[in-house]
């Protein structure tokens, strides 16, 4: 019974910690990628060493929008259902472009491609969150 009971009180500590992290989300990054993208295949691994890695507050969710094949649509859905972002995610068909947006409420703030500089990057992404 004692392990039902603190089971139970960590399960509501993660829940409500769960929540309040989801609350702290400022701006939503949806990356529109593929893997036959020249573009993505040549900066990819860049945007999640230089760029993402370096936002860890929680104020950006970065959701990938694959667009590779059906089944890296498929698996990206949840989470961009999750997130609110599926009508902006259906109409980006451009991939190597970061499409960055208001998590509140769901609006577009700006788009900037990978190709671009992490520090050019990282400025839109901080100018997005100043304006969330």
């Known amino acids: 019974m004692k392990n039902l009971k603190t089971f139970i009180t960590i399960l509501a500590l993660f829940i409500g910690a769960s929540a309040f ?3 702290k989300t400022k701006v939503i990054a ?3 990628k593929a ?3 020249p573009t993505c295949k040549a900066n990819g691994e860049r945007m999640g060493k230089e760029v993402f ?3 860890k507050t929680g104020e ?3 959701v990938a929008n694959d667009l590779t094949d059906d089944t890296s649509k498929k698996t990206c859905k949840q989470a961009i ?10 109409s980006s068909t451009s991939t190597g ?3 960055l947006i208001d998590a509140k409420t769901k609006k577009v703030i700006t788009t900037i491609s990978v190709a671009k500089t992490s520090e050019e990057i990282k400025a839109a992404i901080d100018e997005s969150l100043k304006k969330a």
């Open 81 to 90: 259902e999750e997130t609110g972002v599926a009508k902006i995610a259906e």
């Open 21 to 23: 992290a989801q609350d």
């Open 60 to 62: 950006l969710k970065v």
């Open 53 to 55: 890695s370096t936002y």
């Open 30 to 32: 949806l990356v529109t």
């Open 35 to 37: 893997n036959w993208c």
């Open 97 to 99: 472009i970061i499409t």
